[in-house]
């Protein structure tokens, strides 16, 4: 399973990004996708990620912010009212149940 990311970039607090993770190769076996993060400093954590059948899972610093979707093989993170503290490096995952494919990363530079 090949993933690429896109959508990173350098905003202002309070605006928005979207990045796009298209996925590619043996994709029949992927029931879960998601998107992490790596903060300066931090360890990567889960920013939100999303079953087969769509149900949603968000880590509690982005809730209400950002929203997953994906559609057929291509995975999307809207985040809106970004803060300084969202800059990282993004990751898509994906897997059978659990993050085993990780894509490059998109830097998202969130400035005060």
């Known amino acids: 399973v090949q993933l690429q990311a896109s959508g990173g970039g350098a905003v202002q607090a309070g605006g928005s990004l979207r990045l796009s993770c298209a996925a590619s190769?043996?994709?029949?076996?992927?029931?879960?996708m998601g998107w992490h993060r790596q903060r300066p400093g931090k360890q990567r954590e889960l920013v939100a990620r999303?079953?087969?059948?769509?149900s949603t899972d968000y880590a509690d610093s982005v809730k209400g912010r950002f929203t997953i979707s994906r559609d057929k093989n291509s995975l999307y993170l809207q985040m809106n009212s970004l803060k300084p503290e969202d800059t990282a490096v993004y990751y898509c995952?994906?897997?059978?149940?659990?993050?085993?494919?990780w894509g490059q990363g998109t830097q998202v530079t969130v400035s005060s």
């Open positions: 995952v994906a897997g059978p149940v659990d993050p085993r494919y």
């Open positions: 190769g043996s994709i029949f076996s992927i029931n879960y």
């Open positions: 999303i079953s087969y059948r769509g």
